[in-house]
């Protein structure tokens, strides 16, 4: 059974850091692109990161380039999002979803449909 979690989550104060973890069962990651999505309260889900399944190619959504960094460790099977000075924006569900690409430098943020499998979510606050 494929399966993917999320883990790392937490409460911390603006400014700070989290690393989540995504970690799958059941299929080789290094087959996959992973995408980071989060969604908050009353919105929609969105784009945070990518990393293609070579680990070649990475995308970040603008909100956080620059403080957000994605990698992946196949022989872990599993893909981090690195996540530094934190803003209260940032609040929200964070999920890790897979979409099967094999040798491939290419990866979105922007679209969530190549995305076939999802994990539960990890919950991400940052509040003083």
């Known amino acids: 059974q494929l399966q993917l979690v999320e883990s790392g989550g937490g409460l911390v104060q603006p400014g700070g850091s989290l690393r989540l973890s995504c970690a799958a069962s059941g299929f080789t990651l290094g087959y996959y692109a992973i995408g980071w999505f989060r969604q908050a309260p009353g919105k929609e889900r969105e784009g945070v990161s990518c990393i293609s399944s070579s680990g070649g190619g990475t995308n970040y959504a603008d909100s956080v380039k620059g403080r957000f960094t994605i990698s992946r460790d196949n022989a872990k099977n599993t893909v981090y999002l690195q996540m530094n000075s934190l803003k209260p924006e940032d609040t929200a569900v964070y999920y890790c979803?897979?979409?099967?690409?094999?040798?491939?430098?290419?990866?979105?943020?922007?679209?969530?449909?190549?995305?076939?499998?999802w994990g539960q979510g990890t919950q991400v606050t940052v509040s003083s």
């Open positions: 979803a897979a979409d099967y690409a094999p040798y491939s430098a290419f990866c979105t943020v922007v679209a969530q449909g190549p995305y076939h499998y």
